[in-house]
Nanobody
Framework: QVQLVETGGGLVQAGGSLRLTCAAS????????VGWFRQAPGKEREFVAY????????YYADSVKGRFTISRDNAEATVYLQMNSLKSEDTAVYYC?????????????????WGQGTQVTVSS
């Protein structure tokens, strides 16, 4: 069992930065890839970023590539999402999730432990 808690969301002006933190409980956290997803009001949940178990492999949605950076500290059982040059369209609830199932890293159905989410609001 893995429990995830996201923090670091808030209100920021366009062009600003935020760093989201996903803190995990459970010894097996370091053995799983982790993804960040987001969901804006009235929209489907969408993939944002992915990091493999060791942190050596990362993938990003085209919409955030070059602006967001995902990283992890397995000793601290934590995954981060550094978000720079924020835009109003980045406004959403951001979730981290653990991927234990085989399947695309960009598809939420292959992730089975989810946090409660943290709200990010970017004002223009």
């Amino acid at each position: 069992q893995v429990q995830l808690v996201e923090t670091g969301g808030g209100l920021v002006q366009a062009g600003g930065s935020l760093r989201l933190t996903c803190a995990a409980s459970g010894r097996t956290f370091s053995t799983y890839p982790v993804g960040w997803f987001r969901q804006a009001p009235g929209k489907e949940r969408e993939f944002v970023a992915y990091i493999n178990q060791l942190g050596a492999g990362t993938y990003y949605a085209d919409s955030v590539k070059g602006r967001f950076t995902i990283s992890r500290d397995n000793a601290e059982a934590t995954v981060y999402l550094q978000m720079n040059s924020l835009k109003s369209e980045d406004t959403a609830v951001y979730y981290c999730a653990v991927k234990r199932k085989s399947g695309s890293y960009a598809t939420s159905q292959w992730y089975d432990y989810w946090g409660q989410g943290t709200q990010v609001t970017v004002s223009s």
